[in-house]
């Protein structure tokens, strides 16, 4: 066998493991058969000696005239109604979709209701049947073209767009006062009357195809789609779902593009949710600022920050055409109250008196600075940090930052999931990093890929002054000591040391009186805390009084004194009962619960099982030089924090508790990324982006607008450190599937320019 | 736009996800079956997908059975419609559900029986980690890889079932003929290949031809199982390649 190219002679692309020797690339192997497959689509018109549907041409009172549109839900025609000789668009909605009589009559129930609107800016259903058990629609005939088809020669002039978006966000309000929501607002729903006018249609029936946690099950293209249509626990649609699709609609017509777009399906659901839409003006420059504030604005990612209905959206929208000051930006209102006032200034004195316009000023100020303080961090954490590509063996891991080489620099050490092993990355200065010779260290029994939350400690462990590590297997059920020579360099210590089952989170602290670390397990698997105790040479013994045993599985892990003996005390996430436990040290190496011990966590009313503590952290947030608990819940999105009383005990306020929006918090650390001298919270989710809760000084939290900053997946491993030597506190983030990210904290070097 | 009407839409072709489409979730053993025979052909992606999503070989292999032991048992095919979508992104989409739910229960479930999954259990043992070892040199997202992996059991298939029908009429031209499949041939080898099986070349060019056009049909025909109507096969190998060739 000959050897074959490195890559496709055909496309250029790099030929990986591909089938047989056929010289070409996978794709240009199915290229091949696109035609044959296309000459299939065309010939599908073509009668069909198989085909057993039957030829019909009337439908009940309805004699078809020709097919004007097909898509996923039904066919469309347009046909002529014999007893009162009108034309109207007959939809004919396909039968197995609606086999079920519960969904059929909820559709017709909403189609009847849908029926009674009657607007302009609406296509009118004349009827709502059924045929043969197929479900069908008369209505209004518009001739078209849609909205989708009208751009598709360039765009439209601003002012046009603006005027259609005006008068459908008009007709969408009229709706919603009649108690009916669209839900799929898009260009290909907006029909053009012959005088120019837009007309909504399929009000009522994109709702019916709701399933009960009303997302769109069955969605072919999201592009247009509300986050909270992604996900339903973002909240059951409603009528900011129709602002955000006003928005979509004004985002299209004013870009050429849908606000979310991704290769698949998957990839623009996850923009859906995930990503803020490119500034408009990113891609047609020329536009005017205000028109994408007010895009941008019904498209916030969360449905109580949009505008608050369609007739807002239309008001606003006709404020621009009249050249007057938009609200979009509560930012400006002061600005927007004076510059009314000039120019209005009778109207202003009569409709809202002094004191009226002073308090909304203060209001639009504390608003304005919430909003760029926002922005700022926004700005601050989505600068992606050049010079460290992730190389393929660092997917997915625990992360944590310390000197391994005593040059004073925070270096990257990774615990890796395919081969198993640490990989150590030296900290070059300005922001570059260098795999440390000999990286990555592999444990000598090759780990398979698992859950690496937590599965990394570093510490002095043998007292030599140079960082060590451990890294907890789950396969094994071990923990590995790796003795860092302060060079850079690791080597294993001794033999792995047995603990309980799926060791998930693995601490360093002090457990017993003597100087020298030791290790604390959760074992995800066992219900039991294995507690190791250092000898001060790298080698860990278990404690006479381990394993603990837990109420339920433990999660998260943190130690600290919490009631101030100078010992390090425990505390577990038990994420199956909503709680916090925490254990107290005796001195002896030996723990008792304390004495209010557990904790709730999440939001109050929550039942166990209802919140998920996933993560856990401990720092002093208000300030009282005792160490407070975190937790970061997975499943009501929310971090809470327990202030610590210095005896043992913990209390909760109502600002304590924080909601992360849609994000998945998986971990959780605290540190002053704002740059206030207060310390905040950092959160990487699930969802593959990170939260800043701003911390008030006392223990409370200000959420400050997601940044998404990575591709999605389950973040492993969280660190925060200043990685580039300026001052502020930058973010390592570990992935088991897109390697470690880092991200530079900007707002610090803007300012020390 | 379309001609004058002469026919209301034919059902759509019996494809096998088109059978699954039309039950919408309602229990039916042809769309069972149906299910059941997309799922042992497209397994490998789902497991190549979980694995590089950061799983080890024995949770994959799990997580697998346990997905298509839910799918099979219609967990996911409520509100599924005609046209609602093709095999392929309806399969992603609900792997992705599934993860999330999973990874949130933390435990894994007691997965269903049937013979199916317990037919799958000993492939996933006996290919799943060799496939997925080939896998490693590569960088590629979970979600690359799985549409690379769609594509290349695609191929597969299709190319074993090209192999199949070669040897049913006797022919033993298969391992020659797929050589030149791409039709990136040089003359040389063309003459060489035509002279071992005792051909003209002008016989084994058109030999060749037809070959290649029995390739594309049957790979149409593949991708046809996958999607509602035959009319949306080109589109979703627009997709597929656009999803290949992106990134």
């Not at chain 1, 809202?352 to 639009?364: C, E, F, S």
């Not at chain 1, 690496?452 to 462990?461: E, K, M, Q, S």
């Not at chain 1, 601490?507 to 020298?516: H, K, L, Q, S």
Request: proline share 7%.
């Amino acid at each position: 066998m000959t050897e074959e190219p490195k890559s496709c002679p055909r496309c250029g692309a790099p030929l990986g493991r591909e089938v047989g020797g056929h010289g070409v690339c996978t794709a240009c192997l199915l290229e091949d058969a696109l035609p044959t497959a296309e000459g299939l689509a065309g010939s599908a018109e073509s009668p069909d000696p198989d085909a057993d549907a039957p030829v019909v041409q009337r439908l009940g009172d309805y004699e078809l005239l020709e097919e004007i549109g097909r898509g996923g839900m039904g066919v469309i025609y347009k046909a002529r109604q014999a007893g009162l000789d009108r034309v109207v668009a007959l939809k004919l909605l396909l039968a197995g979709e609606f086999a079920e009589p519960r969904v059929r009559r909820r559709l017709v129930r909403e189609a009847r209701l849908a029926a009674r609107l009657s607007h302009p800016g609406i296509v009118t259903i004349h009827e709502v049947g059924e045929q043969e058990g197929r479900p069908f629609f008369a209505m209004e005939y518009v001739p078209g073209p849609n909205l989708a088809q009208r751009c598709r020669d360039g765009l439209l002039p601003v002012a046009t767009a603006v005027r259609y978006v005006e008068q459908l966000a008009r007709a969408v309000h009229y709706a919603h006062q009649q108690g009916v929501i669209h839900c799929d607002l898009k260009p290909a729903n907006v029909l053009l009357t012959p005088e120019d006018h837009p007309k909504l249609t399929d009000f009522g029936l994109t709702r019916s195809l709701l399933d009960p946690t009303g997302t769109l099950e069955s969605a072919g293209s999201p592009n247009f789609m509300a986050p909270e249509q992604a996900d339903a626990r973002l909240g059951p649609p409603g009528v900011a779902t129709d602002v955000f699709g006003l928005g979509a609609v004004l985002y299209y017509l004013l870009t050429g593009q849908p606000p979310a777009v991704g290769a698949s399906l998957s990839e623009t659901l996850r923009a859906v949710l995930a990503d803020a839409p490119v500034p408009p003006r990113h891609i047609r420059p020329a536009l005017p600022v205000d028109l994408e504030t007010i895009t941008l604005h019904c498209l916030a990612k969360e449905p109580g920050r949009r505008y608050a209905s369609a007739l807002a959206v239309a008001e606003e929208l006709a404020r621009w055409r009249q050249h007057l000051p938009i609200v979009a930006r509560p930012a400006s209102r002061l600005e927007l109250l004076l510059r009314r006032a000039r120019r209005n200034p009778l109207s202003a004195a009569l409709g809202a008196g002094l004191v009226t316009a002073v308090v909304l000023g203060i209001q639009g100020v504390a608003w304005q600075w919430r909003r760029a303080e926002a922005e700022k961090v926004r700005a601050t954490l989505s600068t992606p940090w050049e010079g460290l590509a992730p190389p393929s063996e660092v997917q997915g891991a625990a992360v944590e930052v310390g000197d391994v080489n005593g040059d004073g620099r925070p270096d990257l050490l990774v615990a890796t999931v395919e081969d198993g092993g640490l990989a150590v990355y030296l900290n070059r200065g300005q922001g570059t990093f260098a795999a440390a010779p000999g990286s990555p260290w592999l444990v000598p029994h090759p780990r398979r890929g698992q859950d690496l939350d937590g599965a990394l400690a570093v510490g002095d462990f043998d007292g030599d002054g140079h960082l060590d590590v451990a890294l907890a297997d789950q396969t094994t059920d071990t923990i590995r000591v790796l003795r860092g020579d302060g060079q850079g360099r690791f080597g294993s210590v001794g033999e792995a040391v047995a603990v309980g089952r799926e060791p998930r989170g693995l601490r360093a602290g002090r457990v017993n009186a003597d100087p020298y670390p030791d290790l604390v397990v959760a074992n995800w698997g066992g219900n039991t805390l294995t507690l190791l105790l250092g000898d001060g040479t790298g080698r860990f013994h278990e404690a006479a009084a381990s394993p603990l045993a837990t109420d339920a599985a433990p999660w998260g892990l943190a130690l600290a004194d919490f009631n101030a003996d100078r010992l390090d005390d425990l505390a577990v996430a038990h994420s199956g009962a909503s709680t916090v436990a925490v254990w107290l040290n005796n001195g002896a190496g030996k723990f008792t619960p304390a004495p209010a011990s557990p904790w709730r966590v999440g939001k109050d009313s929550a039942s166990p099982g209802e919140s998920c503590p996933f993560d856990l952290t401990t720092a002093d947030l208000n300030r009282d030089d005792l160490p407070d608990l975190i937790s970061a819940d997975t499943r009501t999105h929310s971090v809470t924090v327990l202030l610590g009383d210095g005896r043992g005990g913990f209390r909760r306020t109502p600002q304590s508790l924080a909601m992360v929006g849609s994000a998945f918090p998986r971990r959780v650390l605290a540190g002053d990324v704002t740059g206030d001298g207060l310390l905040d919270l950092v959160t990487a989710n699930e969802s593959g982006n990170l939260s800043v809760l701003r911390g008030d000084g006392r223990g409370g939290l200000v959420p400050l607008p997601n940044s998404p900053l990575f591709e999605p997946g389950p973040v492993h491993g969280l660190a925060v450190a200043d990685l580039d030597g300026d001052g502020r506190l930058d973010v390592v983030a570990g992935s088991p599937f897109f390697g470690v990210t880092l991200t530079r904290n900007a707002v610090l070097t803007r300012r020390a320019r | 736009m379309n001609g004058p009407l002469a026919s209301l839409p034919r059902q759509f072709t019996t494809t096998r996800w088109s059978v699954v489409l039309r039950a919408g979730g309602a229990d039916s053993e042809e769309a069972r079956a149906a299910l059941e025979q997309l799922c042992r052909d497209y397994w490998y992606p789902l497991y190549a997908y979980i694995r590089r999503k950061g799983h080890g070989p024995e949770d994959a292999a799990d997580l697998t059975q346990e997905f298509f032991a839910k799918l099979l048992a219609n967990d996911f095919a409520q509100g599924l419609t005609p046209g609602g979508g093709r095999f392929r992104s309806f399969l992603l989409t609900a792997l992705n559900r599934f993860l999330i739910n999973a990874w949130q229960k933390g435990r894994r479930q007691k997965r269903g029986g049937g013979t199916f999954i317990e037919s799958l259990e000993a492939r996933i043992a006996e290919r799943g980690e060799a496939d997925y070892g080939t896998e490693t040199a590569s960088a590629d997202t979970p979600e690359r890889l799985f549409q690379r992996a769609w594509a290349e059991t695609l191929l597969a298939r299709t190319l074993e079932r090209l192999a199949a029908e070669c040897h049913a009429r006797g022919d033993g031209r298969f391992a020659v003929l797929r050589s030149f499949l791409s039709g990136e041939e040089d003359p040389p080898a063309l003459a060489d290949a035509a002279a071992r099986l005792k051909l003209s070349l002008a016989a084994f060019k058109s030999l060749l031809h037809r070959f290649r056009q029995r390739y594309r049909e049957l790979l149409v025909e593949e991708v046809g199982q996958t999607v509602g109507s035959t009319s949306e096969v080109a589109e979703e190998l627009r997709g597929l390649l656009q999803a290949l060739r992106s990134g």
